[in-house]
């Protein structure tokens, strides 16, 4: 545990109030009066980082900072690994030469993370407003102590490979994190990063000095109000290793609370057993899986008897390899560090392994005796490609739901014996999703022999737009296949042969965002100032692609206008793809990653739109496993689910791309998140999900689901549920349609506060028993609310005069309207401020505040007006609507009412539910009052 004392003693000069830590062979101490932190070094202290907040109201300017007037210090949260130190405090505001004065319009909350093992500290400070504010930002300071910088910290730089980080001493600072690197006399080094959520970061003109900046002149001049908030998120410690910068890339994503920030300090340096021990603990566990018996008929223990096989032989060949693995795209060199990354694998895989031994020994005795029941699959014709019907894949009108892992990350080609694996692990589809090429007809045999489905695509290959490339492809014959490029298969191994084997069910098409190549020339140029004229729209005589970027009314326009000419493209070529080939088409594009990590105006994240152009909606993205206050970040992969189902309820929906884990850290994942976060997206109405990353030799770059025991069975478990309960799972997507839709519109994705909303007030409408859904501007038009009494507007500043008339004309006609922010619908679609908006807008309702609560409260308190009620009678003990807990409600073709509940808080959540339930998973009966632990799920039908 880490040492925390909360009164003197341990730190020479501290005070009774102050907070000392010990972590990483490091003592810092928290000041209770102003919560600046201090590193002890000996009796003495070393101030770490200084800041400063710039703010403004009319009453008080200046630099602000905790003034000791209000000054709490906690020790919030202690876990195993890390413990939360809390602060909060009042604040005064001084101009240079003047006094200070109260600054009352806001407050400052202060938590630093401290980790066991790591000599350093994550700190979020964020400014909450009582008060409308001006905000001019923080300026953060690596206290002068560390005042020696690297040669190149005044520079800022893409992210350095590990060979150049271990180049130039003291290490590099990038525009994507802030790295900065100092040197006290000693010599020591120490890091330091920032993460601003609401502004950008920007050199201060000194070294080592970043503020916060707001984007443009524009945002300069916005408030922020009264309940709103910024934050900063600052990590500093001791560098002993170049690991200590590389793991703190994950800040990026980090929020304050912490709830899943831990994940920035793995791998663990944890020393593993000997050698000679790990071998003899492998041969045990091989004896244990050899007793027992071979093709039970029970799909449960055959899968788990395989998977044992499976990391056994991966074990063994780790455990022998001597001086280097071959990763995906390179080879790794077994040095020290990561001789002991495999053997600390090796050894977590074990036990875990082990356990299941004595589990499967008892099941198969259970087995023999009759006290448990084999579990059965569902069997599908084999031979009939599945047909997109009724929003789903069918095999003779049978529902068939498609689960196995993506092959993309095998550059090099891999194994096709591992198709055979992975029918025996339980998986019935693999997705043959190669940069590298592989081999067609082998494919085509494994996959045919084993029983299991395919899907075949390239982001490159069946993205391309000409005739040319169409016409000039040679239908290989097998033998030719078979020696093409070494060995290795069929380089151009998205475009199938003409009339494919009815194993592959559907072809995945596009990159992850359209290219944008053409755009930047002088020819896209003319046409884009062709499409202004015409407009009518005033524009520079000399706009080109860059400068349209830069201006928010033509950066829009430049969206439309790319979005029409790509379509217009796209759509012929998608046609003819599906005709050579014969089979349905999807897609690749990203998400998540489009909306919310990049630039969705630049990405074109028309999801509508793009969706429009295949047979089966399909995106790269998934739910995160680091979920602040729920279990599960399940926002980040409910929403695309729940858009597609909105806008394309009669096709398919296939995540081509599944990211549970995130790439390229490791952290030791909990087997009841891995489950949920593969199930939920099928109960939300997915059809098809190919599971991020299966490798050859089980090695990459990062670390996946198939290369752990716990994150393999938990997925495995995953894969037979589904296809043991295929009709039931797959009702979900006929949900009844619910009495509330969320506007999602184009043109406020300008602005990064509209899709921080979005995805806030869709997480908090998830939990009201009905399943979520949207409407677009395009639906606004044709003034089409898809018999929604409630419509809940994200903070979307930007909207046509169409938009914003139709939801006036609805709330006049008696429709609630509720906004989230004071500004939400005040602009046109270019930005441009509408006064006269202001009187219908009355009619509108604002949530009080960004609260995940709030929001909900608010949306109860309106289903509660229209009096609907969720189809399924559940609620909290209480009486009330359980937050946290999303449940929803479907028909099966036959009729049957099915229903499932998860647990997405944190917490175990006593529930009540009405009528007579049945619970499929585990096949008992649901009592009226029981309570759902975190990342539990039920599947229940009506008895």
């Excluded at 408030?223 to 200590?244: R, T, W």
Aim: aromatic share 10%; proline share 5%.
């Amino acid at each position: 545990m880490i040492a925390i004392a909360l009164v003197a003693g341990g730190v020479a000069s501290a005070v009774a109030g102050d907070v000392t830590v010990e972590a990483g062979g490091e003592t810092f101490v928290v000041q209770e009066r102003d919560g600046m932190l201090f590193r002890a070094v000996g009796k003495n202290r070393q101030r770490v980082f200084a800041r400063t907040l710039r703010v403004q109201t009319p009453e008080c300017s200046g630099q602000a900072f905790p003034d000791g007037r209000t000054a709490k210090l906690s020790v919030k949260e202690v876990f195993p690994a890390y413990t939360i130190v809390r602060g909060e405090y009042s604040l005064s505001a001084r101009q240079p030469g003047e006094d200070a004065a109260q600054f009352n319009a806001a407050r400052l909350t202060i938590d630093y993370l401290f980790r066991k093992d790591l000599p350093g500290v994550i700190a979020v400070e964020t400014l909450k407003a009582d008060k409308p504010l001006y905000f001019g930002g923080w300026s953060v300071l690596l206290a002068p102590a560390f005042a020696k910088f690297a040669k190149d910290g005044g520079e800022l730089r893409p992210y350095p490979t590990r060979a150049e980080m271990r180049s130039v001493p003291g290490g590099y600072r990038t525009n994507a994190d802030a790295f900065i690197v100092g040197e006290e006399a000693d010599g020591t080094r120490w890091w330091m990063g920032r993460e601003f959520s609401a502004f950008e970061p920007r050199l201060d003109g000194k070294p080592g000095c970043f503020r916060a900046s707001p984007v443009g002149e524009e945002a300069r001049q916005k408030p922020i109000e009264a309940g709103g908030s910024v934050s900063v998120s600052v990590a500093v410690g001791v560098v002993k290793s170049q690991d200590d910068i590389e793991n703190m890339r994950a800040q990026r994503a980090m929020k304050p609370g912490f709830l899943g920030v831990a994940a920035v300090f793995e791998p663990e340096e944890q020393e593993a057993p000997p050698h000679d021990e790990l071998a003899r603990r492998i041969e045990a566990i091989a004896k244990a899986s050899a007793a027992l018996p071979d093709n039970t008929g029970d799909a449960y223990l055959d899968c788990m008897k395989a998977m044992t096989e499976y990391f056994l032989e991966f074990m063994r060949s780790d455990l022998a390899a001597e001086k280097s693995i071959d990763l995906g795209f390179r080879k790794q060199e077994i040095d020290a560090r990561y001789r002991r990354y495999m053997d600390v694998r090796i050894d977590k895989n074990a036990t875990e392994l082990a356990a299941l031994q004595k589990e499967l020994a008892t099941r198969a005795a259970g087995l023999r005796s009759g006290q448990i029941r084999p579990m059965k699959l569902v069997e599908h014709s084999y031979g009939k490609r599945p047909l997109p019907e009724d929003g789903g894949f069918k095999v003779d009108g049978k529902e068939l739901l498609l689960i196995g892992p993506d092959t993309w990350m095998n550059g090099k080609g891999w194994s096709n014996d591992d198709i055979d694996v992975i029918a025996r692990l339980g998986f019935n589809f693999v997705d043959c999703f190669y940069v590298g090429g592989t081999n067609y007809a082998d494919i085509v045999k494994r996959c045919e022999t084993n029983r299991i489905w395919c899907i075949w695509g390239s982001a490159l290959d069946t993205g391309k737009e000409s005739d040319e490339f169409l016409s000039g492809i040679e239908e290989m014959p097998e033998e030719k296949q078979n020696a093409h490029k070494g060995g290795k298969g069929y380089w151009k191994g998205s475009l199938v042969p003409t009339n494919p084997s009815p194993a592959f069910v559907y072809q995945v098409s596009f990159p992850e965002q359209w290219n944008r190549q053409r755009e930047e020339t002088p020819e896209w140029a003319e046409e884009f100032r062709s499409y202004l004229k015409g407009r009518g729209l005033n524009f520079p005589p000399d706009i080109d692609f860059a400068a349209a970027l830069k201006d928010p009314p033509l950066k829009y326009e430049s969206f439309r206008f790319r979005m029409q000419e790509n379509l217009k493209k796209a759509i012929p070529v998608q046609a003819r793809l599906r005709e050579r080939f014969g089979l349905p088409r999807s897609t690749h594009f990203s998400s998540y990653y489009n909306l919310d990590g990049l630039d969705p105006l630049v990405t074109l994240a028309d999801f509508e739109a793009h969706w429009r152009i295949f047979d089966i909606v399909g995106f790269d993205g998934g739910f995160g496993l680091e979920g602040g206050e729920f279990s599960l970040d399940f926002a980040k992969g409910g929403l695309e689910l729940d858009m597609a189902r909105s806008f394309y309820p009669e096709k398919p929906v296939a995540n081509n791309e599944n990211h549970v884990i995130i790439d390229g850290i490791y952290r030791d994942y909990d087997d009841g998140a891995i489950y949920l976060s593969n199930i939920l997206s099928y109960l939300m109405g997915q059809n098809s999900g190919s599971i991020w990353n299966w490798a050859g030799r089980r090695h990459t770059y990062g670390e996946y689901a198939f290369t752990r025991v716990n994150t393999c069975a938990a997925t495995i478990r995953c894969a037979l549920d589904l296809r043991r309960f295929p009709e039931e799972i797959a009702a979900m997507r006929r949900a009844p349609n619910p009495p509330f839709r969320i506007l999602h519109s184009l043109p406020s994705m300008q602005d990064k506060s509209y899709v921080r909303s979005l995805y806030g007030l869709y997480a908090a409408s998830s939990f009201s028993g009905w399943p979520v859904r949207f409407l677009s501007e395009r639906d606004l038009t044709r003034r089409d609310f898809k018999d929604a009494r409630i419509v809940l507007v994200p903070d979307a500043r930007c909207v046509s005069d169409d938009t914003f008339a139709a939801l006036a004309d609805f709330a006049a006609a008696g429709g609630i309207v509720i906004a989230d922010g004071s500004e939400a619908l005040m602009r046109s679609e270019w930005g441009k401020p509408i006064p006269s908006r202001e009187t219908a807008a009355k009619r509108f309702r604002r949530f009080a505040d960004a609260g995940s609560r709030t929001r909900f409260a608010a949306l109860s308190a309106a289903l509660d007006e229209i009096k609907a009620r969720s189809p399924l009678a559940l609620s909290a003990a209480d009486g009330s609507r359980p937050y946290g807990i999303i449940w929803r409600t479907g028909k099966t073709a036959a009729g049957e009412n099915v229903a499932f509940i998860a647990n997405l808080s944190r917490n175990d959540a006593a529930l009540r539910i009405g009528g007579g339930w049945r619970e499929l998973l585990a096949d008992r009966d649901v009592s009226d009052a029981f309570t759902l632990a975190p990342c539990e799920v039920l599947l229940i039908k009506e008895n």
